[in-house]
């Protein structure tokens, strides 16, 4: 039988040790430029205009509300989405490459979207990465 002693001890440590992993993995994202851009992806198919912002930089907010309305009538899917970071476009701010396609539905008539025509530029914003374009 444990002791109070040994059970306060054991439930200090279980909580010391999920506060290290919930540190590790940083944001929703991962904190890492290419699962932001994922992310980003993912919730313009989804149709999420309020996470689309939340994982936009302060200067790309009002373009991520343009493009949520420019595909607000269709419907959206992704197509084998794999995204890297490619470069470092300077401090503090990286260039990411996806391959894969964001497939548009128009009635009978898809129309499909390379990725891979278009870099996305990721900044950090207090600590945390940010979708902010294309470069």
Not at 62 to 89: G, H, I, P, W
Request: hydrophobic letters at 35%; charged letters at 15%; glycine letters at 6%.
């Amino acid at each position: 039988m444990q002791t109070p002693k040994s059970m306060h001890l054991f439930t200090l440590l279980t909580a010391c040790v999920l506060a290290l992993l919930a540190g590790c993995n940083g944001s929703t994202t991962g904190n890492r430029p290419p699962n932001v851009v994922q992310a980003y992806l993912q919730a313009l198919v989804s149709k999420d205009v309020n996470q689309m912002i939340s994982l936009s930089c302060a200067n790309w907010e009002a373009q991520a509300r343009q493009e949520y309305d420019s595909f607000a009538a269709v419907k959206l899917s992704l197509k084998d989405l794999q995204c890297q970071q490619t470069s470092q476009d300077s401090p503090g701010s990286v260039v990411v490459s996806c391959t894969g396609s964001i497939i548009a539905s128009y009635g009978a008539e898809d129309m499909q979207l390379e990725l891979n025509d278009r870099p996305f530029l990721v900044t950090q914003e207090g600590n945390e990465w940010r979708m902010c374009g294309y470069k």
